[in-house]
């Protein structure tokens, strides 16, 4: 691999100065801007890069000096959620946890929310007693709301702006998740079969909610609420880290050396920071060569003009592909359960007409079902776009299933993305080939 740097932006989207200059410095003709995901530390992020560069020097042309940056933003770390190529499934969540929290996971929480140890404290004492009592799932569902800064939000309550995970009813809200989890293979709990006798099911296809009747299972759908509830604080944060933080730093490197090349590239909410950092880059500044999204995690209408659900608003990126001097390639896989399952979960919004257990389009994301509602742009397999090209600019979704395909549950193929195939689609981005 070619010069290396690190791009070190916090959680308020303040670029570390030292990391920026070190950047700067880099002797190259094109930079390759790699941002990780949800679900990566530090160093798990830097493995990921290192993996991920491997294949590019082989692949770029003679007249292309590449130099790499790995993003590293403040994230954390499910460790029940297997990376392919560094975890063995279930190697790194401590065997016995079940829907519990095991230390690793429990010390990133900390982390994520310092200052709230009692709270997470509790909650992790509640999923790991699964206690058979519609009161303690009110208060988890309390503390959840506390710990993401809605404690004012009242259970069952609609509130515009607030997640439905957030405010519709606690106990539906587990229900959903759980069903969400089995969908996405998750692995039944011990004793969940003693719970109601007939895995808590009420008959219609549903599991009762009644205390005694399959009530203790539902932890497992409290676990995935607190899981979201942690993808709900990286989303917000991915957003900051991109506009605040990356885009600016780029721009600032940028001034300096207007005749760099830069490749940006994205994986899960990774993908979200390196397309908000298009919202600081100016009009007509072409040093944004290519966008790559691997399984991004945000809206697939985000780069649309008008939305097919409301005509008079567009999506949060609208019109900014225009400021990429090449395509935006937006990589996707049905083998993604993080994003086919539960992203559209958490994504629905309380009091939105479809209901909150309903399927509905508008809540896909990118990393699933590729761009959406942008005229004239193309859909391909990941074989044709290697072998026919991408196209100069605009908006463009490569089917990557054939290699993204690898993980267990809950997330699926999320985090496969270390492939000499999605390189080349990033060097044929770029059109940095041999």
């Known amino acids: 691999m070619g010069p290396y740097a690190e791009l070190t932006i916090d959680a308020e989207g303040d670029v570390d100065g030292a990391s920026r200059d070190a950047v700067a410095r880099l002797d190259v003709t094109d930079l390759l801007v790699f941002a990780h995901g949800w679900n990566s530390d530090r160093s798990t992020a830097t493995r990921l890069y290192d ?21 590293v933003w403040p994230s954390m770390r499910f460790s029940d959620e297997p990376i392919p190529d560094f975890d063995t499934p279930g190697v790194l969540a401590e065997p016995g946890h079940g829907s519990g929290l095991d230390p690793q996971t429990r010390r990133a929480l900390g982390a994520l929310w310092p200052g709230r140890a009692a709270e997470l404290d509790r909650v992790a004492e509640l999923l790991a007693q699964r206690p058979d009592s519609e009161g303690a799932f009110a208060e988890f569902g309390a503390l959840v709301r506390e710990l993401v800064g809605l404690d004012g939000v009242p259970a069952g309550a609609a509130a515009a702006g607030v997640p439905a995970m957030f405010s519709a009813d606690v106990l539906e809200v587990c229900r959903v998740f759980t069903d969400g989890l089995a969908e996405a293979g998750g692995a039944a709990e011990e004793g969940d079969e003693g719970d109601g006798g007939d895995g808590g099911d009420g008959g219609g296809g549903q599991p009762s909610l009644s205390v005694g009747n399959g009530l203790r299972r539902l932890w497992k759908g409290g676990k995935e609420v607190l ?3 942690t993808y709900y604080e990286m989303k917000k944060r991915a957003g900051v880290v991109g506009e605040r933080g990356l885009g600016p730093a780029l721009v600032h490197v940028s001034r300096g050396r207007p005749e760099l090349r830069v490749h940006l590239v994205g994986h899960s909410f990774g993908a979200r920071a390196v397309s908000f950092a298009l919202r600081a880059v100016p009009d007509g500044w072409g040093f944004v060569k290519s966008l790559t999204l691997l399984q991004g995690a945000f809206s697939h209408y985000a780069f649309a003009d008008q939305l097919p659900h409301d005509k008079g608003r567009g999506g949060a990126l609208r019109g900014l592909q225009r400021r990429v001097d090449g395509p935006v390639v937006a990589c996707h896989s049905e083998h993604d359960s993080a994003l086919k399952v539960f992203y559209p979960l958490a994504s629905r919004m309380a009091g939105d007409s479809a209901g909150f257990a309903g399927f509905d389009a508008r809540w896909g994301a990118i990393g699933h079902s590729g761009v959406q509602a942008v005229p004239g742009a193309p859909r391909l397999t990941l074989d044709a776009a290697l072998r026919d090209g991408l196209p100069a600019g605009g908006c463009v979704s490569v ?6 395909r690898r993980g267990g549950a809950p997330t699926g193929a999320h985090s496969d993305i270390c492939h000499e195939e999605l390189a080349r689609l990033v060097v044929a981005a770029g059109r940095m080939w041999r």
Do not use: E, I, K, T
């Open 51 to 71: 993996r991920f560069f491997a294949p590019f020097p082989r692949l770029v042309g003679p007249g292309v000096r590449l130099g790499y940056v790995g993003v």
């Open 227 to 229: 899981r979201q509830a």
């Open 399 to 404: 089917d990557a299933a054939s290699v993204v």
